[in-house]
């Protein structure tokens, strides 16, 4: 693909500084772009390697405009416009459509829709157009899936669950397994519930390789519009996930409990069942959440690494944190009574 | 399926109060419910939504029976209760017998269990009757599975591993994989050492998604009848699980740990190695267990949440909690001594 | 596979004391060891089992070749010496070489690659000599694997990574998926940034079950040669892993870090993004790193476990160090003003 910087421009916007009839090939960092390449300066720690690049043009923020004679081009979110960019010089790969000899199919599919060697798609399903289901993946009966999809190979939707549009899962994605659900009998022996709701999943969402969303008890587990997944992430039964939120890699959210719109949780952190995150709350790496929280801001919940000996010293004493609260507090009123007396 | 409360009762037991001729079409929450469905009470804090709902009947504990004039089945322990009714509505479905045209099979097999598409089963196994494979299972040689179990899509098991009767895989599932065990030599590079022990797997067993238990490195490594495990877990090897234990979502045990009966482990939590958690234990979310457990209860590690303000305010200080410490003692020494001198 | 102890020191080392003509079949514990077995004590605090034990003979150091009459085998690592000897008798399992009717493979493979039924290999890629393809592997377009390599069933690598030689992939592992990246657009919604990367993998390398390496966003991320890496594990984008790191199950990377040589990852432990962790580093379990770490030695963070009636005493404390710390700074100066009137 070769794109000039002014078609760049006149399709995705931003202020061009230079020769619009540069032809741009490719996106890449300051450090490694050349020549055809665009590359993008989204963080002014990095303005040093704007010296050094040989980029054909980069994309900067106003403040750094001046800071390069490189052909530029200047917009407010260099990293936006990198993103788009970006997805210009680098559409999703599609195989063709059609469906391989190999996949054992039982539902009629659109003719745009490619379903990979070896896929197995069940009875009643509903595919949207141009949708792709990649080698090995096992669609169950009556799922829907909306269009302009892309499932990577081996991803595994049971029965009854619904993708909405543009969805792109990653391989070893589980969507709609069995909550986790027990009743416990007179012998402390666990009796399974069965688990009846479906897995809802809205446009434009993506989900990690390897992560695990599952289907609710009665009703169902929902994940709203725009939301992002990243690898090896737990979804319990009945959460419900909302509008463009976004979860890094080994979290997970227990049973019934509620993200807000626009949530951000970071990597192995986790929210405890039947409660609710509000909108555009963060939580931290490493931190489990466990009473609902409705104020937005930042929560964290994790000790700082420390060296082992020093840790060995120190965080013993937390067992023993009450107990010094009140020799605090006594030292105080001891203090405080000779004050009386010394009066 | 339709079910008359009269055969509810006459079945699962319970005291029915109301027209036995009702009949009972699915389970519901109360909310939800509607004619046909019957819905439970299982915990006194949902009390109001028994005033709204529509259910045809409700399953309700014997302090609870006044509450509402609808028809209703008392029971000492309701969700019990509603899990065997929800069984009885919603057996698990399983595909008919037979092997699909486009799986490798090159065992024997009753005729039957059911073997999906492309699914692959290696030579000399044993699987018991009415047993379902599911579709792009991976069965390695000589793996021996009990009867009417159930393997989810994708499921895989090497070879030589046992499961027992009635299991539940779900997809993504790896039973056998090596385990993790490598000795050093001289320029500090890892020695793969073999793993020649098995996963021996008990009856009554549900394994969740993508949750991985690794063969043995010399013994076996074994989990117990009844034992529940979630999505994304890491069972070491030689780790022995005992009956009716149950862990949640993102949680593992190290290598040659034991859990003991009906051990519960909450999520994200982990079991180092080499260490014995005892019968009845409770191990909360997000704790690490570092010592031999041997007394009941819950144990717990882990910080609460705070606004990342508070974070950064109060944390820093555990770092130097044994110089706090420090200084009360050398505080309560002084005060002492002026006491004393003051005395 | 009969092998005698002459031969055995013959080819591994280490001195003989006893007959030369023993014959051993297999390695065994101690505990578990019987007639031709060979067993090892590699942890002093073991050595009552070296009396009990019925092994043909035994590994063991030279502080402990005195504790037992049998026929013995004396080296300065009996653990390495037990891995190397394992490794004789139990050579890793390959299927023969030819490629499966059900296997769908669109390259060009040397003769002596095995493919497993219902693997499916792209266009474009090159697999090295010898090198096992599982049943249900997934191989994209333009992947390289060195010879020797053994991908068990349902490993997927996404278009392009490269593996080296001697690799040990398990099952559900996936190699290359996207890394997680998004930009923001002006109404919070998350603009996916194409990953455009590879994920590069060096010599010796093991991956365990269902862990996932991510594919850069730009450049690569790269794993080193013979780095070990344990089930359900997360490295994402542009993630470097130096040579004979190794990480224990449900760790995680997050994007653009580096993990020194050496560097040993415990089970749980997570390193944020963007930073360095030095060479030879432990990271002890469930800690999480949130800063670059050069000097070598053990790093921890992690509470210890408590009852929770304890844990509920004693942790809330920490919400309040700073107060705390406050209180005692304050009584250590009203004492020493105390001090300084009485002077």
């Keep these: 693909m070769q794109i000039t910087l002014g078609a760049l421009v006149e399709r995705l916007g931003g202020e061009l500084i230079g020769d619009p009839s540069i032809v741009i090939r490719q996106i890449a960092t300051l450090e490694k772009a050349g020549e055809g390449d665009l590359a993008f300066l989204a963080n002014p720690k990095y303005r040093a390697a704007l010296d050094g690049t040989t980029a054909s043009a980069v994309i900067v923020d106003p403040k750094s405009a001046g800071l390069t004679e490189r052909a530029r081009i200047v917009t407010r979110d260099p990293y936006l416009y990198f993103a788009r960019a970006a997805q210009w010089f680098n559409p999703l790969r599609r195989p063709p459509a059609g ?38 993946c096992h669609v169950g009966d009556g799922v829907r899936i909306g269009p302009d999809g892309l499932l990577h190979a081996g991803v595994t939707i049971y029965a009854d669950c619904v993708v909405g549009a543009r969805a792109i899962l990653h391989s070893g994605a589980v969507i709609g397994a069995d909550g986790f659900g027990f009743a416990r009998d007179s012998d402390k022996r666990w009796v399974k519930i069965p688990q009846i709701g479906r897995v809802v999943i809205g446009d434009d969402v993506e989900v990690g390789a390897n992560t695990t969303i599952d289907r609710g008890a009665l009703d169902d587990t929902v994940i709203g519009n725009g939301v992002k997944l990243d690898n090896l992430i737990q979804i319990a039964h009945n959460v419900h996930v909302d509008d463009d939120a976004i979860m890094a890699g080994l979290s997970g959210i227990a049973g019934s409990s509620r993200l807000g719109k626009r949530v951000m949780v970071a990597g192995q952190a986790g929210i405890s069942g039947h409660l609710s995150v509000g909108d555009d709350i963060v939580v931290s790496a490493g931190t489990i959440i466990t009473k609902t929280l409705d104020k937005p801001g930042v929560y964290t919940a994790m000790l700082p690494q420390m060296t082992h000996a020093d840790w060995v010293k120190n965080v013993s004493h937390v067992r023993r944190l009450d107990g010094l609260a009140d020799r605090v507090r006594e030292l105080e009123k001891l203090l405080a009574e000779k004050n009386k007396e010394n009066s």
Tied chains: 1, 2, 3.
Excluded: K, M, R
Aim: glycine share 16%; with cysteine; charged share 10%.
């Design 99 to 136: 469906i391989h000899a190999s996949a054992v199919v039982a539902s009629a599919l659109p003719e745009s829709v490619s379903v990979g060697p070896n896929a197995v798609i069940g009875e009643g399903c509903e595919i949207g157009e141009n949708t792709v289901i990649g080698p090995g």
